[in-house]
């Protein structure tokens, strides 16, 4: 009787033993999957985050090269959304700020005569930028107009009514500025009823060279 109690619990031990055996190398397999599925999907988020393209001041498409200053604006939807100018990651224009209004959005201005005195105003080497949201031509005249060609805009003696415009020039500029975009309104070509689309413009502003 005691060698047949000895080896069922011989037989008993063994199964144990072999059990845990099985248990483990399973239990092991499982955890060699589990990490390597941890490990190949850590690779996969840093492949990604390295393929991930970069962000730019302002969200322009490159970045700018050194003593230039990032912009991107764009002039207003009809008369619902308005205009936006950041420069150097800083939204100074927009809708969400509220501080935009009817016209062309460089201050707010409701008369002709402070804008043309808002204009005479600048000193050599400011930067200025300008976008219109609605309508910024009814009440042009034509020394705010010169006023306004003179910091480099080609565009500003044919904006008409309810023309869409941007424009980034600068007191003092020899050259016409590169940086312009205006459609005209068009009822045959506009995007909204009475107002063409929105324009965007974006670019890199050179510092001024003392």
């Known amino acids: 009787m005691r060698i047949a109690g000895a080896a069922k619990l011989v037989v008993v031990i063994a199964i144990f033993l072999l059990t845990f055996y099985v248990i483990s190398q399973v239990f092991e397999i499982k955890m060699d999957a589990n990490l390597g599925h941890i490990f190949a999907r850590s690779a996969l988020d840093a492949a990604a985050r390295s393929?991930?393209?970069?962000?730019?001041?302002?969200?322009?498409?490159?970045?700018?090269?050194?003593?230039?200053?990032?912009?991107?604006?764009?002039?207003?939807?009809?008369?619902?959304?308005?205009?936006?100018?950041?420069?150097?990651?800083?939204?100074?224009?927009?809708?969400?700020?509220n501080n935009v209004g009817r016209g062309i959005n460089?201050?707010?201005?409701?008369?002709?005569?402070?804008?043309?005195?808002?204009?005479?105003?600048?000193?050599?080497?400011?930067?200025?930028?300008?976008?219109?949201?609605?309508?910024?031509?009814?009440?042009?005249?034509?020394?705010?107009?010169?006023?306004?060609?003179?910091?480099?805009?080609?565009?500003?003696?044919?904006?008409g009514f309810r023309d869409n415009w941007v424009f980034c020039g600068g007191k003092g500029i020899k050259t016409k500025s590169p940086f312009e975009q205006h459609i005209k309104n068009n009822k045959d070509t506009n995007k909204y009823e009475g107002w063409p689309e929105v324009v965007e413009m974006e670019g890199c502003i050179p510092q001024k060279q003392d």
């Not at 090269?65 to 990032?70: G, I, L, T, V, Y």
């Not at 619902?80 to 224009?93: A, F, S």
């Open 51 to 97: 393929t991930k393209p970069p962000r730019y001041k302002c969200g322009i498409s490159k970045a700018c090269p050194e003593k230039h200053f990032a912009f991107k604006m764009s002039s207003g939807a009809a008369n619902v959304v308005g205009p936006k100018i950041c420069v150097e990651d800083n939204v100074l224009m927009s809708g969400v700020k």
């Open 106 to 159: 460089v201050a707010l201005v409701n008369d002709v005569a402070p804008f043309i005195e808002f204009l005479k105003s600048f000193q050599d080497g400011t930067i200025v930028l300008m976008a219109t949201y609605d309508d910024g031509a009814t009440k042009l005249n034509e020394e705010a107009r010169k006023l306004i060609a003179e910091l480099g805009s080609t565009s500003i003696t044919n904006l």
